[in-house]
């Protein structure tokens, strides 16, 4: 079963940060799906919930040096 979470992010200011965070989440195990919108920004994330921890997209993002208003 999945899961989605909606994650606002503080401090991404250009594509090249929005695509760095996009990877790094497309890369984690269990996670299926994710959209970086920096418009508003934020990372729209859906993961297999039983495979990844809800805190696992939030920690992905700040291992990269971004803070996540959860």
Not at 34 to 48: I, N
Not at 51 to 63: G, K
């Amino acid at each position: 079963m999945t899961a989605r979470v909606d994650l606002p992010l503080s401090g991404m200011t250009c594509a090249a940060w929005a695509g760095t965070i996009e990877g790094k989440l497309s890369k984690t195990p269990g996670v299926t799906h994710v959209k970086v919108d920096l418009g508003r920004p934020a990372a729209d994330v859906e993961y297999e919930r039983d495979l990844v921890a809800p805190h696992v997209p939030v920690r992905a993002v700040q291992d990269l040096g971004w803070e996540v208003s959860v």
